[in-house]
Nanobody
Framework: QVQLVESGGGLVQAGGSLRLSCAAS????????MAWYRQAPGKERELVAV???????YYVDSVKGRFTISRDNAKNTLYLQMNTLKPEDTAMYYC??????????WGQGTQVTVSS
C-alpha cells in the first residue's frame, strides 16, 4: 500500500505563501484522484482541492484563486501552492489518494499556521 508523507507546512504571516508537498512511496498513476484536505481545531476535516490523473481540478470556494493543486506523476508527488494566506487557512493539511471520490490513503499531515 502506498504511503504518503507531507512537508512544507509552517508559520507564515497573512498574505504570505507556502508550498506543500506530498511524496508517495509508490506510483500515484494508479490513483485517478489525489487531494488535499485540512482540519482546523474543533472543526471537521474538509476537502480543499482535488486533481485527477488527467489534470482536472476542483477547489473549495474559500481557496479558489489562491491555492493551486498540481501533481508530478514522474516524481510521485502532489503539491499545493498556497498564496495570499489568511488566518482562517490555519489547519493541519493532509494529502490523500482517492478512489471513486472516496479518500483511501492518508498522510500524517503538516501544520500550517497563518498569523494576522
Amino acid at each position: 500500500q502506498v504511503q504518503l508523507v507531507e512537508s512544507g507546512g509552517g508559520l507564515v504571516q497573512a498574505g504570505g505563501s507556502l508550498r506543500l508537498s506530498c511524496a508517495a512511496s509508490g506510483s500515484i498513476l494508479a490513483f485517478n484522484g489525489m487531494a488535499w484536505y485540512r482540519q482546523a481545531p474543533g472543526k471537521e476535516r474538509e476537502l480543499v482541492a482535488v486533481i485527477s490523473l488527467g489534470g482536472n481540478t476542483y477547489y473549495v470556494d474559500s481557496v479558489k484563486g489562491r491555492f493551486t493543486i498540481s501533481r508530478d506523476n514522474a516524481k510521485n508527488t502532489l503539491y499545493l501552492q498556497m498564496n495570499t494566506l489568511k488566518p482562517e487557512d490555519t489547519a493541519m493539511y493532509y494529502c490523500a489518494t482517492r478512489v471513486n471520490g472516496t479518500p483511501k490513503t492518508w498522510g500524517q499531515g503538516t501544520q500550517v499556521t497563518v498569523s494576522s
